[in-house]
């Protein structure tokens, strides 16, 4: 069936890059999804990628897409103490559902 | 997101009580979904609506049932609640290629 693997703590110190990555097993995958969620909050969309896309950037953030080794990565540059929360990987496949497939989620924590 | 909300945030209950979730959404979209939130386990889809007369199971829709009131609302209710049903549930509304999630209502089953 499908799945979204992601490892479950990283640590990094202010300023520096973070870089979480994901991997996925459904090879019809249409989009990829970072979600961000705050302690004691709902979950934020950050950013998506469509599955022939390659790179997205957005500011601060890059998103990584390798489609042959379903393989996805989000950059976070000149992290910030306010960066610090639960990044979760998903994906959807095709088909009219729309169906959000996640990964474990990421803990991001930034030392100042 | 401002633009669905959830009632209540927090609830704890006890087991075998009938309890209901509420989510409301303003924009208009037809699409909502229930997900369900474990720690070390991520978001898993209990149901999802397409329209007021669409109901579909996720994967985890034992111990649950959805009521689409109307197109602006999506109830999920536990009719006999359990502590494994202990957990974050979050509703989402569909729009175009993305999900817009609520704050999430935190269930405590004693």
């Known amino acids: 069936g499908e799945d979204v693997e992601q490892s479950l703590f990283l640590s990094v110190r202010e300023g520096d890059s973070s870089v979480i990555n994901c991997t996925y097993t459904?090879?019809?995958?249409?989009?990829l999804y970072w979600y961000k969620q705050e302690p004691g909050a709902g979950l934020q969309l950050l950013t998506y990628?469509?599955?022939?896309?390659d790179m997205k950037q957005d500011q601060r953030l890059t998103v990584l897409l390798n489609k042959k080794d379903k393989h996805l990565s989000l950059r976070i540059a000149d992290t910030q103490t306010g960066d610090s929360a639960i990044y979760f990987c998903a994906e959807t496949g095709g088909g009219a559902t729309n169906k959000l497939i996640f990964g474990t989620g990421t803990l991001l924590a930034v030392q100042p | 997101d401002a633009d669905v909300t959830q009632t209540p945030r927090n609830r704890i209950t006890k087991t075998g009580k009938r309890i209901m979730l509420e989510c409301s959404q303003t924009?208009?979209?037809?699409?909502m979904y229930w997900y369900r939130q474990d720690p070390g386990l991520g978001l898993r889809l209990i149901y999802y609506?397409?329209?007021?007369?669409?109901?579909n199971k996720g994967e985890i829709s034992d111990g649950y049932s959805v009521s689409r009131q109307a197109q602006a609302k999506f109830s999920l209710s536990l009719e006999s609640a359990i502590p494994n049903q202990t957990a974050l549930y979050f509703c989402a509304i569909g729009a175009g290629e993305t999900q817009y999630f609520g704050p999430g209502t935190r269930l405590l089953v004693l």
């Open positions: 924009k208009g979209h037809d699409r």
């Open positions: 609506s397409f329209d007021v007369k669409d109901i």
């Open positions: 990628i469509f599955s022939n896309m």
């Open positions: 459904d090879s019809s995958s249409t989009y």
